[in-house]
């Protein structure tokens, strides 16, 4: 276990409080303060939801005695904001409250910040130490990163497959030939809970016929991800599950016909003689989708796989096998960083390189 100096040791707590506001906090990054007095911690704050108070305002409201203020540290793990969004700047509260030094994890990436904040503080004689718990605190927010680095959402790939390597069985055209049942009642709960914490999640037009997927939060309580449907043809019908209005859901499609935009249901034009991967993921990253799930069949995975257009892929894989059927799609240039087990399947979570 890693043994961590003071500056360090009060980063991770930063870290720890900032991961409170998983699922609420964005579009805006996930972000912890600390506030350190004679080496005793005298206030704390974290990030609660997007268009709430920032980390800064929340740690500087919990200490009881302002006068404090003077003589402390404060440690936050995302460089503090500098411009006007919903709520004022960061480092003009930090300034105004004679906070005489600040330790950052590190810089934002956001253009409207991306080093002005430091800027802002080094200018008012505020001492700024950069660079503490970096990797720690960058992929704490790699989603945001990801979005205002690439200009694309931060994408995982999901699904779940046979000890032998298939997805399904194989299925003829027919709705009432259900889909193979794969992931345990414990794995399904785990889906769940990814899904309320991401902004959005992606099925291609075999997957909504065959399957019939919600793609909302059900066994977890959270908020559902906007859906995103690719078809192509308009080939999913009216009465699909997908287009129940009970979530926001943007439908990418070439069919001009009968296809009409209302309440939480937007169709989208895209132009199937060019790769509209990469126009989809540039209209998503213009509605703020931070983060997509994609968790269609085989065939849309392995081509974001191919274009090596992914960040994460969870894959659980159980324990029996099934002899032939769909097969499962093929990573490559990949680590893996995690592995969870029960007696009726492994999950694991991989990294590409």
């Given at each position: 276990?890693?043994?961590?100096?003071?500056?360090e040791m009060y980063m991770?707590r930063?870290?720890?409080?900032?991961?409170?506001?998983?699922?609420?906090?964005?579009p805006?990054?996930?972000v912890g303060?600390v506030i350190?007095?004679?080496?005793?911690?005298?206030g704390?704050?974290?990030?609660?939801?997007?268009?709430?108070a920032?980390a800064e305002v929340n740690?500087?409201?919990s200490?009881k005695?302002?006068?404090?203020l003077?003589?402390?540290?404060?440690y936050?793990?995302?460089?503090?904001?500098?411009h006007?969004?919903?709520?004022?700047?960061c480092a003009e509260?930090i300034i105004?409250?004679g906070?005489?030094?600040?330790?950052?994890g590190?810089?934002d990436?956001f253009s409207?910040?991306s080093?002005?904040?430091?800027?802002?503080?080094r200018?008012?004689?505020?001492e700024?130490?950069v660079?503490?718990?970096?990797k720690?605190?960058?992929?704490?927010?790699?989603r945001f990163?990801?979005f205002?680095?690439?200009?694309?959402?931060?994408?995982?790939?999901k699904?779940?497959?046979t000890?032998?390597g298939?997805?399904?069985?194989?299925?003829?055209?027919?709705p009432?030939?259900s889909?193979?049942?794969i992931?345990?009642?414990?794995s399904?709960?785990?889906?769940?809970?990814?899904?309320?914490?991401e902004?959005?999640?992606?099925?291609?037009?075999?997957?909504?016929?065959?399957?019939n997927?919600r793609?909302n939060?059900?066994k977890?309580?959270?908020?559902s991800?906007?859906r995103?449907l690719i078809?192509?043809?308009g080939r999913v019908?009216?009465t699909s599950a997908?287009?129940?209005?009970s979530?926001?859901?943007?439908?990418f499609?070439?069919n001009r016909k009968n296809?009409?935009?209302?309440?939480?249901?937007?169709?989208?034009?895209?132009d199937s003689s060019?790769n509209?991967?990469?126009?989809?993921?540039?209209e998503l990253?213009?509605?703020?989708i931070?983060s997509?799930?994609v968790?269609?069949?085989?065939k849309?995975?392995?081509?974001?796989?191919d274009?090596?257009?992914?960040?994460e892929?969870?894959v659980?894989?159980?324990?029996?096998s099934i002899?032939?059927?769909?097969?499962?799609?093929?990573?490559s240039?990949y680590?893996i960083?995690?592995?969870?087990?029960?007696?009726?399947?492994?999950?694991?979570?991989?990294?590409?390189?």
């Amino acid at each position: 276990m890693k043994e961590y100096n003071k500056d360090e040791m009060y980063m991770a707590r930063c870290i720890q409080l900032a991961k409170f506001g998983i699922g609420n906090a964005a579009p805006n990054p996930m972000v912890g303060s600390v506030i350190v007095c004679d080496d005793r911690i005298i206030g704390e704050g974290y990030h609660r939801k997007c268009g709430e108070a920032h980390a800064e305002v929340n740690a500087v409201a919990s200490v009881k005695d302002e006068e404090l203020l003077k003589k402390s540290t404060m440690y936050v793990s995302l460089e503090p904001c500098s411009h006007w969004g919903r709520t004022p700047p960061c480092a003009e509260l930090i300034i105004r409250k004679g906070i005489p030094k600040v330790v950052i994890g590190v810089v934002d990436p956001f253009s409207e910040v991306s080093g002005r904040g430091i800027t802002m503080l080094r200018e008012a004689g505020v001492e700024v130490k950069v660079g503490v718990l970096e990797k720690e605190c960058s992929d704490l927010n790699r989603r945001f990163f990801t979005f205002h680095n690439y200009k694309r959402p931060y994408i995982i790939l999901k699904w779940a497959q046979t000890e032998d390597g298939f997805i399904d069985h194989g299925r003829p055209d027919d709705p009432n030939i259900s889909p193979l049942k794969i992931s345990s009642e414990i794995s399904m709960i785990e889906v769940h809970k990814m899904r309320s914490e991401e902004s959005a999640i992606m099925v291609g037009t075999n997957t909504a016929i065959a399957d019939n997927p919600r793609l909302n939060v059900r066994k977890w309580d959270g908020k559902s991800p906007v859906r995103v449907l690719i078809d192509r043809f308009g080939r999913v019908a009216a009465t699909s599950a997908l287009f129940d209005g009970s979530v926001p859901t943007l439908v990418f499609t070439e069919n001009r016909k009968n296809n009409i935009s209302k309440d939480n249901l937007r169709y989208i034009r895209i132009d199937s003689s060019v790769n509209d991967i990469y126009l989809i993921l540039k209209e998503l990253a213009s509605e703020n989708i931070q983060s997509l799930i994609v968790e269609g069949g085989s065939k849309l995975l392995q081509s974001f796989i191919d274009l090596g257009l992914w960040d994460e892929a969870r894959v659980e894989t159980s324990y029996f096998s099934i002899g032939d059927g769909v097969k499962a799609p093929k990573l490559s240039n990949y680590k893996i960083i995690e592995r969870k087990s029960d007696e009726t399947s492994s999950i694991y979570r991989y990294i590409r390189n």
